[in-house]
DNA sequence: GGGTTTTCTGGGAGCGCTCCCAGAACGAAT
DNA sequence: ATTCGTTCTGGGAGCGCTCCCAGAAAACCC
């Protein structure tokens, strides 16, 4: 037995050097074997795993990243109002994913949210403080400044659909907006519809406009008039519902609305039926976003186009491990496709 | 002039000991200085205070915890089925607000998932590893192995609603479950319905269980039969559905239903609709949780048992903050009041 | 004035870890 | 045996910070 007898203030945490008298070995050594490193010996690596899994040692995190400069963490940062947050389980998959994603890769997730132009000093500081290796960010708001101030740092960035308004240099995983909003546009085109009106986003909001540019350019591609026949949402079911509201005052015999989220769908629908249309018989009606919780389960089950954010966050960790592991990665926007999913409203 | 020059490598953090240099005063006089703490001259703070504009400069806060013992980081576990965490907004809301009360609090979010069993012994043993200095915990199903692994910790940590099995020297902010139920009861026999049935949750879900006593003590406290026409459902809109079938099936004449969520009682509406059945005129129906994104918009609208997560994640972070500043907090289950929102379903 | 208290300052130690380096141990080749 | 290379080990330095302590400076008292 050549075990030494180490002693521990009772509620101390064990540190390496105590594994390592523990093991009676040096602190060194200890270090080696725990860490996995090269040329320890099969013997000592026993006895030092055996001893820290006795004495319950677990590193100490703070010591550990004071020399490595590594914190093990990456930030999340959600740069969207309160109520977008809340009400659209896109992000509720988004950090879902991105925690997944994350500890598969090693790292922890420190959820941040940005909600007003006042915070971004303090979690631009925050960010430029060496907590964290690296960050996740989600700013689909043009004049978002959080995407620039974070873009001066020496922080690795990986941004999740628009990157505010910086359109290069950035490494930046979104959605192919403008193909959905045209393939919902198509068909609904090819199953005879002729005024096909669109509820939009604020056009500050990048996905928002790409999804404007795609329903006018399908209706543009099959010579259809009526451009102009859009009326701008804010993303809520009551925006929707008062956007509906125009369009049908606009143009009473429209045939088809095309909404650039499902909420805003809802909120449209909900004023159809209030003016007696049927859905789909007399206006056909697809969203965009496929809300899980929202589409299937809507009167009529709601046709929107489909986006698979779990794989945007996946691409948005491989491209930021890289980034960490020092590889070179040319920053680029990397597209993602999105498909059409029909139920019964269109 | 007494500022001293200062060369940093372009790519390199400033240290307090750059900053120091640059006011011309000591590291200590900086520390102090930086961290407000007593006995620095006001000539000694401005300067210093300059410097470290100047500079850029920021701690380094792994050198920081590693002496002072605290990370600055709270983790929120949730130890909760994924598509729990989806469907459901109060897990939304309880991010966003422990977010926004960490912050304030000085500590950042570590968000981290609980899927399954399986996660439990590296969720314990990253908290055991000294990456934060506190934990709040939501785990609201008595099988989950979580909470006592999490209490034999020498961790502050406070649950939010059931902790698991744990009844007593835990630390936990839970609403009134079972007065809640009951008022809702209480409403619908005030309104002349004699047929009460529910849509219960898994038995195993404390807070499900606390609603199906409550619902059954108002029953009996007004000495109406029927306290085993209740069906189970999972807290989804499908199984509040079925549940609801078998309860039409078992008692066709029923005139109220109480459901143990509102996603169920979404399903239950969905079904009783399909069964022919109006809504509140032949069957009322509430709900509880008043989900912001579901019950005011539903038709009708839903009448539901109201909770504020955001009150509860709030004491929960004052109980914490009390916890960590050495404070003595006997360990107590903290009861939030539930109330009431009455719509057009019941 | 000397003495005492209060305010302020700088140096040293040390938190627990990783990494570098010199040297020991061990084998294989001369 | 002697040399050489490889494998393995322990000690020392240092990451950037806070805290303790001794001592200097200022302020206040008789």
Known sequence: MDDQTVDLQDGARPTLE??????????????????????????????????????????????????????????????????????????AIVVRAAFRALADAGSQMLLMFVDSADDVPRTVRFLDGGHVDGALVFASHQKDPLPAAVQQLRLPVVFGGPAGNLTSGVHAVDFDNRAGAAAAVEHLIASGRKQIAMVSGPPDHRAAADRLTGWRSALTAHKIRGTRLFEQGDFTIEGGRSAMAKLLARKPDLDAVFAASDLMAAGAIRELEAAGRRIPDDVAVIGFDDNPVLAPVMKPPLSSVHQDPRLQVRRMVETLTALLAGEEVTPARHMLGVSLTLRESG
């Open 18 to 91: 105590d594994v390592a008298a523990h093991a009676g070995v040096s602190r060194s050594t200890a270090s080696r074997a725990l860490n996995g490193d090269t040329y320890v010996s099969a013997r000592a690596r026993e006895k030092v795993l055996a001893s820290a899994a006795a004495l319950g040692y677990s590193p100490n995190q703070a010591a550990r990243s004071l020399v490595t400069r590594r914190t093990g963490a990456v930030a999340v940062v959600l740069s969207e109002a309160e109520a977008t947050v809340l009400d659209d389980p896109y992000f």
